[in-house]
């Protein structure tokens, strides 16, 4: 008797490994053209193991229920003027940086692994990357989604896709998607799918997550909770690809090692932004950057790596500067933003008395030395009336594309300089890292768009900065951008809660 | 290899080439010990611009804010230029000293490092 309705299992073979067939009037070179110039040997694809095991009328039936439950949340939220319920307006900062920094890089996600959906020779791989495409486009429509409400009430949400393409900042996170979209297919993987997913994504999701869950944001949690099970089986198939590489073929190893070393220094010199957003943008703190790293990659990452000692994987290369610098990062990177605050779609502002004593506390080593005085006086300056912007623009590391604000770790007072000539020409770089992705593929970094340097070039609509803000940036000057006290986000706020400042009190008294 | 690509002779756009600056270069400036401006500075400025002009109102512009930026005596000053140590001249250009596009100056001021000598 034949079976009216297949299982599971045998609906996903039909679906995956028998849609596939055999090229019989076509070179597979020609359908396939991208699988070769990367130097990967694949000798057997009936090897990949899938690791989605998912039919896709199941996955519609399953999103959709989670899509249902998730904007009923968002409903209930927008009728209940959550956004007052959020610990301080100062919180809502670090969801201006997430959407226009982090959601765009879902798009760019999709993009990524709709193309390599359709340049991997395996079936197998092929259909888990198109899975994880369509995750990455309900990704960014569920943030879109759930950020809109703040749109309504905050300032700096109103052109985040625009923004995303050109301000300064967000180059840093824009130009990391590109280099890898642009990189081969297993490039991509190994640089998305294993350094982003796999060992990165729990400094980027739960920090963002959890600050939202301690600082009453119930729109961008529940979003998380919607997004986790999405992310556990992208994180699958990022080690997925690393061993089906690895297995592969012995010359696959150095390839595969050159890649995790470069992505995991990109990777952790964009984490740069989340270290500032976690000790200094949420009022209720999480943990700190240093404790976040020490769990996620030191414990995490260490045992990964030791479990790919086999394959004859080694730590990253440049694990030992990261490991250093997570007593320095965020208080070197606030300060990039407290700096250049005029030119941001968001505020910044100086840690209070209480804050600088949790920082001191969290960061014994390092905060007292180096940075509770630089910020002491940044807060004298602004007592006197005479906050302090940089009136300058900054140099930039043509890899990462951040302010050259990182020091050598032997020294922290010390900015690190690292420079190459090539064809003539001098390029300069914040770190070891950034010098050897360039020094390895000059001809594609020299294609950099620094934002510095397109301003200076007139590409930006106009020769002075705030013309390039108003004009280019679409930023709204004295509203979106400047520290955020005196802010009018700061302003709404306090209507909102009926709190008055004593400056204001004095005025009515008198 | 200079670029993994799927063309053998794959080349890419240089952006930053002197020419696309309009007649400037672009000078770097950085002040060790000073991180109250978080990183070093980015000038566009001609290759014939006089040093003194660097020196007397490029620099003021940018670090007069720092309380110890008055005090620097420049007679003391060292300077680096991309790396390798370097004694400017005021009264040559940019040019003239071999200044070039992208270049880095590193200037250290003996005696002064930063607010509490934080590197501030």
Not at chain 1, 410 to 434: A, H, I, M, W
Request: aromatic residues 14%; contains cysteine.
């Amino acid at each position: 008797m034949t079976a009216t309705k297949l299982n599971l299992k045998d609906r996903y073979r039909l679906l995956t490994r028998d849609l596939d067939w055999e090229y019989s009037y076509q070179n597979r070179k020609d359908v396939f053209p991208m699988e070769e110039f990367e130097g990967i040997k694949i000798t057997d694809w009936s090897k990949w193991e899938d690791p989605f095991r998912l039919t896709m009328d199941a996955y519609w039936k399953y999103q959709a229920e989670k899509e249902k439950k998730l904007y009923a949340i968002f409903d209930a939220f927008a009728q209940n003027n959550g956004q007052q319920n959020v610990k301080d307006a100062r919180y809502v900062n670090a969801i201006k940086l997430f959407l226009t920094g982090v959601s765009p890089l879902e798009y760019q996600a999709y993009n990524g692994f709709a193309h390599v959906g359709r340049q991997f020779g395996g079936v197998g791989a092929r259909v888990a990357c198109q899975m994880q495409s369509l995750d990455e486009l309900r990704h960014v429509q569920t943030q879109i989604h759930a950020m809109s409400h703040y749109n309504k009430h905050f300032d700096g949400f109103q052109d985040f896709a625009h923004m995303h393409d050109r301000v300064w900042y967000l180059s840093v996170p824009k130009s990391f998607f590109d280099d890898a979209r642009s990189a081969g297919p297993f490039e991509f993987m190994v640089a998305i799918g294993f350094s982003f997913e796999y060992v990165l994504t729990n400094l980027l999701f739960v920090p963002f997550m959890s600050g939202a869950a301690y600082n009453g944001d119930m729109a961008t949690v529940t979003f998380g909770f919607s997004a986790q099970s999405d992310e556990a089986r992208h994180m699958t198939l990022g080690l997925e690809i690393i061993k089906f590489l690895l297995e592969q073929h012995p010359d696959n190893v150095p390839i595969v090692q050159r890649w995790i070393n470069k992505w995991f220094w990109r990777g952790t010199r964009m984490l740069a932004l989340v270290s500032m957003m976690m000790d200094y943008m949420l009022p209720n703190r999480v943990m700190s950057w240093k404790e976040a790293w020490e769990v996620y990659f030191e414990e995490a990452g260490g045992a990964l790596f030791k479990d790919l000692a086999r394959y004859g994987i080694e730590m990253p290369a440049y694990a030992g500067t990261a490991i250093a610098e997570k007593e320095h990062l965020s208080h070197q990177t606030w300060s990039i933003f407290y700096n250049y605050t005029h030119a941001a779609a968001f505020h910044t502002w100086m840690p209070d008395e209480r804050e600088m004593d949790w920082l001191s506390e969290k960061y014994p080593n390092t905060f007292d030395k180096y940075y509770r005085p630089r910020f002491e006086h940044w807060r004298e300056m602004e007592r006197a009336g005479e906050r302090f912007y940089n009136p300058t623009l900054p140099m930039l590391c043509q890899t990462c594309q951040i302010p050259m604000g990182f020091t050598e770790m032997n020294d922290p007072t010390l900015v690190s300089y690292r420079q190459s000539v090539y064809k003539g020409e001098r390029f300069n770089f914040c770190s070891d890292g950034c010098k050897d992705i360039f020094d390895h593929e000059p001809e594609k970094y020299v294609q950099s768009w620094l934002p510095v340097h397109q301003i200076y070039q007139g590409n930006c609509g106009g020769a002075d900065v705030e013309t390039v803000l108003k004009d280019y940036y679409k930023m709204n000057l004295g509203v979106d951008n400047m520290d955020y006290r005196g802010s009018p986000d700061e302003q709404r706020w306090k209507q909102w809660h009926n709190l008055q400042s004593a400056e204001d009190k004095l005025k009515k008294a008198s | 290899m200079t670029v993994a690509a799927i063309t053998d002779d794959y080349s890419g756009e240089r952006l930053d080439q002197v020419e696309n600056f309009h007649g400037n270069q672009v000078v770097y400036v950085g002040w060790d010990r000073h991180l109250m401006f978080c990183s070093p500075i980015a000038f566009a400025t001609p290759p014939a611009t006089l040093f003194a002009t660097l020196l007397d109102e490029m620099l003021p512009g940018a670090y007069a804010q720092h309380p110890e930026f008055k005090e620097v005596n420049w007679a003391e000053a060292i300077w680096h230029l991309n790396g390798e140590a370097f004694t400017p001249d005021r009264n040559k250009t940019l040019e003239e000293q071999g200044i070039d596009h992208k270049s880095i100056l590193r200037i250290t001021t003996p005696g002064l490092d930063g607010i509490k000598g934080s590197g501030t």
